[in-house]
């Protein structure tokens, strides 16, 4: 069965493009032009993928996103934007996004992220680590001989993106956006803690540190 694909762009010479790339891949592709119709198909749909350009007419591409997360799906979404502020990307990530991806980009590059998130999505939840520990990446919820055991919350979402990322290494920024607010001041020296403790639960040489660039699950 083909992969389907809802594509929110109102850029019509854009979106055909893609959607003439996506379907000689072998996706099969949705199009809408502004963000009310894009939420409501996503609503109404069941799409493997979601790609969503931001500033568009109805409501933005932020709002679509939020409203589907707040349905309960969590289809893997990409927004495809010329937004490039630190601002804009932690609205993004904040409304459900799971990759960002600038104007211009290239095809080719797009591709590569759709194969990503997909290959990503059809990993099972459930992460054992064979130490007796075991967490479950959707709800959130770590157990220790099945026994539910209590996470710190950024700990917590620490986790949920490292292993979302599984084998790729997740860079500072991206980590100091999903566990702290716009207002609030991120601290290497806390991560550094989060870090500390999360070995604890997932293996200590599991956790891959490029000093600098960020942190990588990798399960040796």
Request: a negative charge; glycine letters at 8%; charged letters at 30%.
């Amino acid at each position: 069965m083909r992969a389907k694909v809802l594509l929110l762009e109102d850029d019509m010479a854009l979106q055909e493009i893609i959607a003439e790339c996506l379907e000689e891949e072998g996706y099969a592709v949705v199009c809408c032009d502004n963000g009310l119709d894009a939420a409501n198909k996503a609503y109404e749909m069941d799409f493997d993928i979601l790609l969503l350009d931001v500033m568009v007419a109805g409501q933005s591409g932020f709002e679509a996103l939020r409203e589907v997360r707040e349905s309960g799906k969590d289809t893997p979404a990409i927004f495809i934007t010329a937004l490039n502020t630190l601002r804009d990307l932690e609205m993004g990530f904040r409304r459900g996004c799971d990759d960002y991806l600038r104007k211009p980009f290239e095809l080719s590059e797009l591709l590569l992220r759709i194969k990503a998130q997909l290959k990503r999505k059809g990993k099972g939840a459930l992460f054992d680590f064979g130490n007796g520990y075991c967490f479950d990446s959707k709800s959130g919820i770590l157990y220790l001989e099945n026994k539910v055991q209590k996470i710190p919350a950024k700990e917590r979402e620490l986790l949920k993106i490292l292993l979302k990322h599984e084998g790729e290494f997740v860079s500072l920024k991206q980590i100091y956006l999903v566990l702290w607010g716009y207002d609030e001041e991120p601290s290497e020296l806390s991560l550094r803690v989060y870090i500390k403790n999360l070995r604890h639960i997932v293996g200590k040489d599991n956790i891959l540190t490029r000093r600098g660039e960020g942190y990588c699950y990798k399960k040796v």
